[in-house]
Protein backbone atom coordinates (compact mmCIF):
# COMPACT_ATOMS: atom_id res chain seq x y z
CA UNK A 1 0.00 0.00 0.00
CA UNK A 2 1.14 3.51 -0.58
CA UNK A 3 -0.97 6.42 -0.07
CA UNK A 4 -0.21 8.55 -3.10
CA UNK A 5 -0.01 5.89 -5.89
CA UNK A 6 -3.08 3.53 -3.84
CA UNK A 7 -4.34 6.17 -2.41
CA UNK A 8 -5.09 4.46 1.07
CA UNK A 9 -2.76 2.94 3.77
CA UNK A 10 -2.99 1.17 7.09
CA UNK A 11 -1.48 2.49 10.22
CA UNK A 12 -1.50 1.73 13.99
CA UNK A 13 -2.89 4.67 16.05
CA UNK A 14 -1.15 5.23 19.43
CA UNK A 15 -4.54 6.23 21.07
CA UNK A 16 -4.98 4.65 24.46
CA UNK A 17 -7.59 2.03 25.50
CA UNK A 18 -9.34 4.75 27.72
CA UNK A 19 -10.16 7.23 25.04
CA UNK A 20 -10.87 4.36 23.05
CA UNK A 21 -13.86 3.34 24.88
CA UNK A 22 -14.66 7.05 25.71
CA UNK A 23 -14.87 7.21 21.98
CA UNK A 24 -17.27 4.12 21.92
CA UNK A 25 -19.32 5.92 24.87
CA UNK A 26 -19.70 9.04 23.18
CA UNK A 27 -19.75 8.93 19.39
CA UNK A 28 -21.70 6.01 19.22
CA UNK A 29 -25.33 5.40 19.65
CA UNK A 30 -27.06 1.88 20.07
CA UNK A 31 -29.44 1.48 17.12
CA UNK A 32 -27.47 4.51 14.52
CA UNK A 33 -25.82 3.48 11.42
CA UNK A 34 -23.87 6.83 11.07
CA UNK A 35 -23.78 9.89 13.46
CA UNK A 36 -21.96 13.16 11.34
CA UNK A 37 -20.59 16.36 12.81
CA UNK A 38 -18.99 15.25 15.59
CA UNK A 39 -16.12 17.29 16.35
CA UNK A 40 -17.62 19.23 19.09
CA UNK A 41 -17.40 15.49 21.15
CA UNK A 42 -14.63 15.86 23.61
CA UNK A 43 -13.55 12.77 23.03
CA UNK A 44 -13.61 12.98 19.26
CA UNK A 45 -11.65 16.21 19.09
CA UNK A 46 -9.16 14.61 21.43
CA UNK A 47 -8.79 11.70 19.04
CA UNK A 48 -8.61 14.21 16.01
CA UNK A 49 -5.63 16.45 17.27
CA UNK A 50 -3.56 13.78 18.70
CA UNK A 51 -4.17 11.58 15.22
CA UNK A 52 -3.25 14.56 13.64
CA UNK A 53 -0.20 14.98 15.74
CA UNK A 54 0.57 11.08 14.93
CA UNK A 55 0.04 11.86 11.05
CA UNK A 56 2.17 15.04 11.00
CA UNK A 57 5.03 13.28 12.74
CA UNK A 58 4.93 10.77 9.92
CA UNK A 59 4.99 13.62 7.48
CA UNK A 60 1.69 12.33 5.88
CA UNK A 61 -0.20 15.59 7.09
CA UNK A 62 1.19 19.06 6.60
CA UNK A 63 1.22 21.24 10.56
CA UNK A 64 -1.12 23.80 9.34
CA UNK A 65 -3.67 20.62 8.77
CA UNK A 66 -7.17 20.84 10.42
CA UNK A 67 -9.91 17.90 10.97
CA UNK A 68 -13.28 19.49 9.34
CA UNK A 69 -15.67 16.22 9.82
CA UNK A 70 -15.95 13.38 11.82
CA UNK A 71 -18.55 10.81 11.35
CA UNK A 72 -18.89 7.51 13.71
CA UNK A 73 -20.06 4.75 11.64
CA UNK A 74 -21.24 1.35 13.04
CA UNK A 75 -22.82 -1.98 11.89
CA UNK A 76 -24.54 -4.44 13.76
CA UNK A 77 -27.64 -6.98 13.20
CA UNK A 78 -30.33 -3.94 13.59
CA UNK A 79 -27.89 -1.80 11.10
CA UNK A 80 -26.72 -3.89 9.10
CA UNK A 81 -25.93 -1.30 5.82
CA UNK A 82 -24.43 -1.73 2.20
CA UNK A 83 -23.46 1.42 0.03
CA UNK A 84 -22.36 1.37 -3.81
CA UNK A 85 -19.29 2.92 -5.17
CA UNK A 86 -18.45 6.58 -4.52
CA UNK A 87 -16.69 8.83 -3.86
CA UNK A 88 -17.16 11.56 -0.96
CA UNK A 89 -17.59 14.52 -2.31
CA UNK A 90 -19.66 16.88 -0.21
CA UNK A 91 -18.61 18.28 2.91
CA UNK A 92 -19.27 20.58 5.91
CA UNK A 93 -19.66 24.50 5.48
CA UNK A 94 -20.09 27.46 8.23
CA UNK A 95 -22.88 29.06 5.99
CA UNK A 96 -24.00 28.74 2.51
CA UNK A 97 -21.36 28.31 -0.26
CA UNK A 98 -21.34 31.40 -3.06
CA UNK A 99 -17.71 31.14 -4.43
CA UNK A 100 -17.10 29.91 -7.52
CA UNK A 101 -16.22 26.25 -7.96
CA UNK A 102 -18.49 24.96 -4.19
CA UNK A 103 -21.06 23.08 -6.20
CA UNK A 104 -24.61 21.02 -5.06
CA UNK A 105 -24.64 23.00 -2.08
CA UNK A 106 -27.64 21.75 -0.10
CA UNK A 107 -28.93 21.93 3.92
CA UNK A 108 -29.24 18.99 6.23
CA UNK A 109 -30.00 19.18 9.88
CA UNK A 110 -29.48 23.08 10.12
CA UNK A 111 -26.08 21.81 8.28
CA UNK A 112 -24.89 23.28 4.86
CA UNK A 113 -22.65 21.14 2.85
CA UNK A 114 -20.96 21.53 -0.58
CA UNK A 115 -18.87 20.01 -3.02
CA UNK A 116 -15.36 21.83 -3.24
CA UNK A 117 -13.41 22.38 -5.85
CA UNK A 118 -11.38 19.54 -7.14
CA UNK A 119 -8.00 20.61 -5.93
CA UNK A 120 -9.57 21.22 -2.56
CA UNK A 121 -10.72 17.50 -2.48
CA UNK A 122 -7.33 16.43 -3.63
CA UNK A 123 -6.12 17.87 -0.01
CA UNK A 124 -8.25 16.06 2.01
CA UNK A 125 -7.27 12.98 4.19
CA UNK A 126 -9.50 10.51 5.92
CA UNK A 127 -8.14 8.84 8.64
CA UNK A 128 -10.65 5.92 9.83
CA UNK A 129 -10.06 4.94 13.34
CA UNK A 130 -11.24 1.06 14.40
CA UNK A 131 -12.64 0.97 17.51
CA UNK A 132 -13.13 -2.98 16.59
CA UNK A 133 -11.49 -5.62 15.37
CA UNK A 134 -12.84 -5.71 11.44
CA UNK A 135 -12.76 -9.04 9.81
CA UNK A 136 -14.05 -10.36 6.05
CA UNK A 137 -17.57 -10.65 7.82
CA UNK A 138 -18.03 -7.44 9.58
CA UNK A 139 -18.74 -5.63 5.57
CA UNK A 140 -15.31 -3.99 5.77
CA UNK A 141 -14.98 -1.37 3.31
CA UNK A 142 -14.04 -2.04 0.09
CA UNK A 143 -11.45 0.59 -1.94
CA UNK A 144 -10.52 0.68 -5.78
CA UNK A 145 -6.90 1.69 -5.78
CA UNK A 146 -5.55 4.59 -7.59
CA UNK A 147 -8.74 5.93 -8.74
CA UNK A 148 -8.47 8.81 -6.89
CA UNK A 149 -6.23 10.38 -9.16
CA UNK A 150 -9.19 10.14 -11.80
CA UNK A 151 -10.96 13.25 -10.92
CA UNK A 152 -14.57 14.15 -10.34
CA UNK A 153 -16.16 9.94 -11.34
CA UNK A 154 -19.81 10.16 -12.35
CA UNK A 155 -22.25 8.21 -10.21
CA UNK A 156 -23.28 5.97 -13.22
CA UNK A 157 -19.65 4.81 -14.01
CA UNK A 158 -18.44 4.03 -10.35
CA UNK A 159 -18.70 0.40 -10.58
CA UNK A 160 -17.48 0.56 -14.34
CA UNK A 161 -14.19 1.96 -12.76
CA UNK A 162 -13.76 -0.15 -10.09
CA UNK A 163 -14.65 -3.14 -11.56
CA UNK A 164 -11.30 -2.28 -14.44
CA UNK A 165 -9.20 -1.37 -11.31
CA UNK A 166 -9.97 -3.88 -9.31
CA UNK A 167 -11.03 -3.88 -4.97
CA UNK A 168 -9.44 -4.69 -2.30
CA UNK A 169 -11.15 -5.39 1.38
CA UNK A 170 -9.68 -3.58 4.06
CA UNK A 171 -9.15 -5.65 7.19
CA UNK A 172 -7.87 -4.15 10.04
CA UNK A 173 -7.02 -4.61 13.59
CA UNK A 174 -8.85 -2.70 16.77
CA UNK A 175 -6.70 0.89 16.92
CA UNK A 176 -6.04 1.09 13.49
CA UNK A 177 -6.01 3.64 11.05
CA UNK A 178 -7.30 3.16 7.36
CA UNK A 179 -5.82 6.45 5.87
CA UNK A 180 -7.62 7.26 2.51
CA UNK A 181 -8.35 10.09 -0.12
CA UNK A 182 -12.08 11.05 0.09
CA UNK A 183 -11.92 10.75 -4.26
CA UNK A 184 -10.81 7.02 -4.00
CA UNK A 185 -13.98 5.15 -5.02
CA UNK A 186 -15.08 2.90 -2.10
CA UNK A 187 -18.27 0.69 -1.36
CA UNK A 188 -19.57 -1.68 1.76
CA UNK A 189 -21.45 -4.92 1.42
CA UNK A 190 -23.73 -6.14 4.51
CA UNK A 191 -22.03 -8.06 7.23
CA UNK A 192 -21.99 -11.73 6.44
CA UNK A 193 -21.93 -11.93 10.58
CA UNK A 194 -22.38 -8.26 11.95
CA UNK A 195 -21.36 -7.22 14.65
CA UNK A 196 -20.04 -4.24 16.22
CA UNK A 197 -17.45 -2.61 13.27
CA UNK A 198 -17.56 0.82 15.12
CA UNK A 199 -15.45 3.32 12.51
CA UNK A 200 -14.37 6.93 13.85
CA UNK A 201 -13.96 8.75 10.32
CA UNK A 202 -12.23 11.95 10.64
CA UNK A 203 -11.51 14.28 7.50
CA UNK A 204 -8.38 16.75 7.34
CA UNK A 205 -7.79 19.24 5.11
CA UNK A 206 -4.19 21.09 4.48
CA UNK A 207 -5.06 24.11 6.36
CA UNK A 208 -4.52 26.53 3.82
CA UNK A 209 -7.12 29.62 3.73
CA UNK A 210 -9.97 28.97 1.16
CA UNK A 211 -13.01 31.15 0.27
CA UNK A 212 -15.46 29.38 2.02
CA UNK A 213 -15.41 28.30 5.80
CA UNK A 214 -15.58 24.64 7.26
CA UNK A 215 -18.57 23.90 9.64
CA UNK A 216 -15.37 23.15 12.35
CA UNK A 217 -12.03 23.22 12.50
CA UNK A 218 -9.88 21.20 15.17
Not at 19 to 34: M, V, Y
Not at 65 to 72: F, G, L, R, S
Not at 156 to 183: D, I, Y
Request: some cysteine.
Amino acid sequence: MDLARDGYDLISSDLGEDLLEQLRGEAFTDGAAGMRCLLDLAAVGLAALALKQQLVSGNILPSSAVAIQAIAFDKTPGTNWKVAWHQDLMFPFADKVSSPGYDLASCKSGVHYARPPLDVLEELLAARLHLDDCGEANGPLRISAGTHRLGFIPSSETATHAAANGEVPCLALTREVLLMRPLLLHASSQASAPAHRRVLHIVYHSGRKLPERWFRSV
